[in-house]
Nanobody, 119 residues
Framework: QVQLVESGGGLVQPGGSLRLSCAASGSILSINAMGWYRQAPGKQRELVASITSGGRTNYADSVKGRFTISRDNAKNTVYLQMNSLKPEETTVYYC?????????????WGQGTQVTVAS
């Protein structure tokens, strides 16, 4: 069993910053790509940023230059530093990880963390 636990969400003023964390735990052999997604009510879940085990990153155009994804492979943890946040980025952010266990390889999701950008 693998679990992803997110933290770091909350309320921030427009232009402010937040740092999200997501720690994977369980019977993990290895983790390939890890990423952050967000989903506003009534909309599809969208990729915000992803990072491979080797450190290669990918960002949505809307967050380039403001968000930074990183990971600590020793801790099975991925981070998302979010700067210059905008009100329209208020939504739930989800962590995703491509995990290999002894019996399978599949994607896992965290429970989501709320980010609210408002004055």
């Amino acid at each position: 069993q693998v679990q992803l636990v997110e933290s770091g969400g909350g309320l921030v003023q427009p232009g402010g910053s937040l740092r999200l964390s997501c720690a994977a735990s369980g019977s993990i052999l290895s983790i390939n790509a890890m990423g952050w997604y967000r989903q506003a009510p009534g909309k599809q879940r969208e990729l915000v940023a992803s990072i491979t085990s080797g450190g290669r990153t990918n960002y949505a155009d809307s967050v380039k230059g403001r968000f930074t994804i990183s990971r600590d492979n020793a801790k099975n943890t991925v981070y998302l530093q979010m700067n210059s946040l905008k009100p329209e980025e208020t939504t739930v952010y989800y962590c995703n990880a491509d995990v290999r266990t002894i019996s399978s390889r599949r994607n896992y999701w965290g429970q989501g963390t709320q980010v609210t950008v408002a004055s």
